[in-house]
């Protein structure tokens, strides 16, 4: 009769736990899925587990100039970076491409004429170094179609032409307009067809030399897709336009779901015919075209975690070493 009872209370505890355990689960993925669920996760859990973590070394491939008041002050200029003289910023390009980067991202806006010879020095030094992405802007606009309806659209702004026919490519960088803490970035943008963002266009500017590599894995999988993609890194450069070919490869992986799986195994198995740096940018690659079109930000640790070099700095330090860099 008391084992009996026993079994029972067991059985009745066992349910009231299963109970509250499926009602803590519903809540938590009730909550998790609300605006202010979603905030609290963001604005407080994920601090909260940065800081648990600790800071972490920063990739060392990565460069940041920065267009500083302290450059302003060294260079005597306004501090206002986008009224700087171009020509300073092809003196900027060249010294990079001397020191032996990798790819060199503009977050500047050259959208307005401004002086014809500057613009052209910086044009030259753009085309000299092959590896240069310059900034769109996004501007939103309203367009009211009748007295009750409004369309709200996305209009990508342009650097000049000469600047823009010497780039690489372009790439927007759409980033909260509202004061707000960032914690997650683009990588596409769906309202513009899924535009590759600057993070994306850089990270395949970085990896220009696989991209052969890359093109011959897609060729042994989908061959019949590939009509329009540069067969070779000397065609992707010589377009000027690796924004138009990242957007292909993006919807290329997007028409294929299984696409991505069956190159990262593909480059596993056959892994001695890439040495270490070749196989991890085309694994890094084939996951930036697979990922969402957002991801959160890895923060490495307080403001300049990420090596940070004043402007004037780069200008003038012949002693900096930037080969192989992202700046």
Not at 98 to 103: F, I, L, N, P, Y
Not at 318 to 326: A, S
């Amino acid at each position: 009769m008391e084992q009996s009872s026993r079994k029972r209370h067991t059985r009745h505890n066992l349910k009231k736990g299963l109970t509250l355990g499926l009602i803590v689960a519903i809540s938590g993925l009730l909550l998790a899925s609300s605006p202010w669920g979603r905030w609290l996760e963001e604005e407080i859990g994920l601090s909260w587990l940065f800081s648990v973590r600790g800071p972490q070394v920063a990739p060392p491939e990565v460069v940041v100039v920065s267009i500083d008041q302290d450059s302003s002050a060294k260079l005597e200029l306004e501090n206002k970076p986008r009224k700087w003289p171009r020509v300073l910023h092809a003196q900027l390009v060249n010294k990079l491409a001397k020191k032996g980067v990798s790819a060199i991202g503009f977050d500047i806006i050259f959208d307005e004429p401004r002086d014809p010879e500057h613009n052209q020095a910086f044009a030259e030094q753009m085309r000299k170094a092959s590896n240069v992405i310059l900034f769109q802007y996004l501007r939103q606009e309203n367009i009211t179609v009748d007295t009750r309806q409004t369309v709200h659209i996305e209009k990508l702004v342009l650097p000049v032409k000469v600047l823009k026919d010497n780039a690489l490519g372009m790439a927007p960088f759409p980033l909260p307009k509202v004061p707000a803490k960032v914690n997650h970035f683009l990588l596409y943008k769906p309202s513009l067809g899924d535009a590759p963002t600057m993070p994306v266009v850089l990270m395949q500017t970085y990896a220009l030399p696989v991209y052969d590599e890359l093109y011959h894995l897609l060729a042994s999988r989908i061959p019949e897709q590939l009509a329009g993609l540069p067969g070779s890194q000397q065609q992707l450069v010589s377009q000027r336009e690796i924004h138009v070919t990242t957007k292909k490869l993006r919807q290329l992986f997007r028409d294929n779901p299984q696409l991505g799986e069956q190159l990262l195994r593909q480059v596993e198995t056959n892994a001695a015919n890439y040495n270490t740096q070749q196989q991890r940018l085309l694994t890094t690659l084939i996951n930036t075209y697979t990922t969402p079109h957002s991801r959160y930000l890895n923060f490495y640790g307080p403001a300049r975690s990420i090596q940070t070099i004043p402007y004037h700095e780069v200008l003038f330090n012949e002693q900096l070493d930037l080969t192989g860099k992202v700046v």
